[in-house]
């Protein structure tokens, strides 16, 4: 199957720190990749879709100017956790869609990144 | 609402023993798809199986098998044969047309040897 690689799998930073998270598509072109945010125990909370070459989708409460998408390529989207403060710790993970929207599509996960803020 | 709702928070099974996975959705579209994914303690989400909404057979792939009853809007996983590494969490998760992959809050399993 496709494989979607995702990097750092774990961070720990300092407080007003920025983190940054990549996030690749290896085998296929992906026209629209998606970041989610989980916390222990729950469910993955969908942050943001981000198409390739355009701006990114925020969902609603989601901060745009504190998590950065950019999608320059049609196989690496970057998370940039800005000025990072110990509620941003959780687990983000972000995944890679070919063409974005059908319904029968299984999207394809990274590995996940634990972040920590100190 | 919520579009996906697994009752489960979580599940004990016995080693080689069968166990279903509960699902239920809400949806008015016609055209929608259906799928579980496996997240080991490792944070990876492993893709299982799919379930299209207008598919007459229920899906199998290999150990899994999802039950599809469109009209009570179920979608549950069957997993033959428990293993020890089945011990997982499992999200159920469905994308309407043009909309994104949404997921229920997960059914935490734990296969006992």
């Known amino acids: 199957g496709a494989v979607v690689s995702q990097h750092p799998s774990r961070v720990i930073c300092k407080s007003g720190t920025s983190v940054k998270i990549e996030c690749r598509s290896l085998?296929?072109?992906?026209?629209?990749m998606f970041w989610y945010r989980q916390f222990p125990k729950q469910s993955l909370m969908l942050m943001a879709t981000?198409?390739?070459?355009?701006?990114?989708?925020?969902e609603q409460g989601v901060e745009k100017d504190k998590f950065l998408i950019n999608h320059a390529s049609l196989t690496l989207s970057t998370l940039t956790v800005t000025s990072a403060h110990p509620e941003d710790s959780s687990f983000y993970i972000c995944?890679?869609?070919?063409?974005?929207?059908?319904?029968?599509?299984?999207?394809?996960f990274g590995s996940g990144t634990q972040l920590s803020v100190l | 609402a919520q579009k996906i709702t697994q009752t489960q928070p979580g599940m004990f099974v016995q080693e080689k023993e069968a166990v279903t996975l509960d699902c239920t959705y809400d949806t008015s579209d016609q055209s929608y798809g259906l799928f579980w994914y496996k997240q080991p303690s490792s944070g990876e989400m492993i893709f299982l199986i799919y379930?299209?909404?207008?598919?007459?057979q229920n899906a199998t792939e290999g150990r899994y098998s999802l039950n599809f009853q469109k009209a009570r809007k179920s979608a549950n996983l069957v997993i033959s044969a428990s293993q020890l590494g089945d011990s997982a969490m499992y999200f159920c998760?469905?994308?309407?047309?043009?909309?994104?992959?949404?997921f229920g809050s997960g059914t935490q399993l734990t296969v006992l040897p």
């Open positions: 998760a469905m994308r309407e047309a043009g909309r994104q992959l949404t």
């Open positions: 085998d296929f072109q992906a026209t629209t």
């Open positions: 379930q299209g909404s207008y598919d007459e």
């Open positions: 995944s890679a869609s070919g063409t974005g929207a059908s319904t029968n599509e299984k999207l394809f």
């Open positions: 981000s198409n390739e070459g355009s701006k990114a989708t925020y």
